[in-house]
């Protein structure tokens, strides 16, 4: 017995105080704490739209025209995290970065009506 528990004792460790995810301090977030940080936020924002705290399953950024939480599109998912990431001061390309989200590009004009089109060589 007494073997046993001086085992047990050596196999309990305390935790590294460093994060295992990489260099983090308070004033340069790594990725994964600015998602915590995010998540907290939207958590906010989930209470206040619908009085409640998400159910498990329920997605955090949300359609905001959506009488329940569902999915939004990607033009509001970067919004919202764009939204999210300056409220808490975290670092937005990061964040998109972590999740695989690439910004889209600048909108090209639609042709059309009044677009310019190119002519011909004469």
Not at 47 to 54: K, L
Not at 59 to 87: H, M, N, W, Y
């Amino acid at each position: 017995m007494e073997g046993a528990k001086r085992a047990a004792s050596r196999s309990i460790r305390p935790r590294s105080p460093q994060p295992s995810h990489g260099n983090c301090t308070p004033r340069d977030l790594c990725a994964q704490c600015s998602m915590m940080k995010v998540i907290q936020y939207r958590f906010t924002v989930f209470r206040r739209t619908f009085g409640r705290d998400p159910l498990p399953g329920e997605p955090l950024l949300f359609a905001p025209e959506a009488p329940t939480a569902v999915v939004p599109d990607e033009r509001q998912t970067i919004a919202q995290l764009s939204e999210a990431a300056k409220e808490t001061g975290v670092n937005l390309d990061r964040l998109l970065k972590f999740l695989n989200i690439k910004r889209p590009g600048p909108r090209m004009p639609e042709r059309g009506f009044g677009a310019r089109t190119r002519q011909a060589p004469s």
